[in-house]
């Protein structure tokens, strides 16, 4: 049988290769009248970023600025989501009063101790996403004071699967507005000037 096939001739991989990753392609440019899924992170077709709930925050910190994000999925050992961690938690006080109470050293504090766990995290609806435009989703992180809002979708015995994820930064990258600090009221209150223009 492979009498017709011939082997393929080989190389030696060059130094400095990198290996290709799923991408997704988003509009630099969107209005508020866009498809909300025009400015979500997909994850069918992005890969999540992920930490372990026993990792430290240093080690969080430092693969959020190795994958250019604000924010890490939490898993556990069968890579079901038990949380996430943003910068602002990272950055914050959180990390102080964990070691504080706990009477460690600040890079010995756990993504668990700081996280928020997946008991309190509110998520939207692809459902709902799907007939949304992009204003629907700057109003809804508006409401509720938050930098991200998680998107989750139904798997085929109808459990959740964390979808998408939103970004007020990457809204406000995509419709135009400059964005110099992280805090939610300003990025809002900097978008809605903008778009009044």
């Not at 930064?169 to 110099?180: D, K, P, V, Y």
Request: hydrophobic share 45%.
């Amino acid at each position: 049988m492979l009498r017709d096939y011939s082997p393929l001739s080989a190389t030696m991989l060059q130094a400095g290769a990198g290996y290709a990753q799923p991408t997704q392609v988003v509009p630099d440019r969107v209005t508020l009248d866009d498809a909300a899924t025009s400015v979500m992170t997909d994850l069918t077709r992005v890969t999540a970023v992920i930490i372990l709930p026993g990792d430290t925050v240093d080690e969080a910190h430092r693969r959020m600025i190795q994958r250019g994000v604000r924010l890490l999925l939490v898993v556990d050992q069968d890579r079901k989501v038990v949380g996430l961690i943003t910068a602002t938690d990272i950055h914050g006080e959180k990390p102080v009063l964990a070691a504080s109470e706990s009477g460690l050293r600040r890079g010995e504090v756990l993504v668990r101790d700081v996280m928020t766990p997946q008991e309190r995290l509110e998520v939207l609806e692809m459902a709902d996403v799907r007939a949304a435009k992009v204003g629907h989703i700057v109003a809804t992180l508006k409401k509720a004071g938050r930098q991200h809002a998680v998107v989750v979708d139904r798997d085929a015995k109808e459990r959740q699967v964390v979808r998408g994820l939103y970004s007020a930064t990457q809204i406000a990258r995509q419709l135009g507005a400059a964005i110099q600090t992280s805090e939610i009221a300003r990025t809002f209150s900097e978008i809605e000037a903008m778009l009044a223009h």
